[in-house]
């Protein structure tokens, strides 16, 4: 069983010329709405590779209609959202302006992600076929005691680093690291991440090396058009290309290889082959506008034919 437990947004969605800097308006002739959150998005994507009845997704939304929609969204992506509850701040929103070349800067508004807890996932929910993905837009403590009660029933934890905190401590780094089996980042994330801990890495490369080194974990990192690199604590090195593609939209593109990482480590393939095929379904949403409406079926990849 695949177990997400994150965050849950509507993004409401502007595409723009350029996107705005500090003190600057721009206009959209309209906006689209869309199902978004880190932890939803990786939950959808992981269904639609795993199938329906694989994915269960835990955490908060509001007593609203966003959150209506959120629940019966995940649903008809064949996720089973029984373990999202539901809390007195209004679910989680995102803005997101997207420019001409696919580009995109997001802000978001947490509302009921903020929270999430670890005490709404019953015990029985852990075992050693457990994969449980994890972001980092709830409550850190609380994503924190679901890795933990994971590792204690020999589960698997993909901790995905992103969005990185404003203040992200060496205790912090150290703890995610203690109890993630494989650590998921981009570039960026990755030399964060490494900072954080007293190291000074040259390049992203070096990075994902010494966090496996630190955590004694597998460290994966996503770079966009160059496709991704996988590290072991033993150091082994692993890549996989990414198919050249022109994107119409890389909102969710991340959550897309998070979310079909997890199902192929659910699967137990190899971590070469996860790469490949996460590698793919990442670029393949990329073609689609909207973070979830993009993401490919498992039919659609060529790589799982």
Not at 40 to 62: E, H, L, S, W
Request: proline share 5%; charged share 20%.
């Amino acid at each position: 069983m695949i177990l997400v437990f994150g965050s849950l947004n509507i993004d409401l969605v502007a595409q723009v010329p350029v996107i705005p800097g500090p003190g600057r308006t721009v206009l959209a002739p309209s906006y689209r709405t869309h199902f978004g959150g880190k932890g939803a998005n990786q939950a959808v994507a992981a269904a639609r590779i795993a199938g329906p009845g694989r994915v269960r997704m835990a955490g908060r939304v509001g007593r609203d209609g966003f959150g209506d929609s959120a629940i019966e969204n995940l649903r008809a992506n064949g996720v089973d959202a029984d373990l999202v509850a539901r809390a007195d701040e209004p679910t989680g929103c995102a803005f997101i302006t997207v420019d001409q070349a696919g580009e995109n800067a997001i802000t978001v508004a947490s509302g009921a992600n903020i929270t999430a807890s670890a005490g709404d996932l019953p015990a029985e929910l852990f075992d050693s076929d457990t994969v449980l993905v994890l972001q980092m837009e709830v409550p850190f403590a609380q994503a924190l005691e679901v890795a933990r009660r994971t590792t204690l029933a020999a589960g698997t934890v993909v901790w995905n680093l992103a969005p990185v905190p404003e203040r992200m401590t060496r205790e912090m780094v150290t703890e995610l690291l203690a109890v993630t089996d494989h650590l998921l980042v981009n570039e960026h994330e990755a030399l964060d991440a490494a900072d954080a801990i007293g190291l000074a890495p040259p390049s992203y490369e070096a990075a994902a090396a010494d966090l496996a080194r630190a955590g004694d974990l597998t460290c994966i990192v996503t770079a966009g058009a160059q496709g991704a690199l996988a590290v072991t604590a033993e150091g082994t090195r692993l890549r996989a290309a990414a198919p050249r593609i022109t994107p119409v939209d890389t909102t969710g593109a991340g959550d897309t290889f998070v979310g079909a990482f997890a199902a192929m480590i659910s699967e137990g393939v190899s971590l070469q082959r996860a790469l490949e095929v996460s590698c793919e379904a990442a670029a393949l949403k990329c073609l689609k506008a909207g973070a979830q409406t993009g993401m490919p079926m498992r039919s659609a990849m060529g790589s799982l034919a």
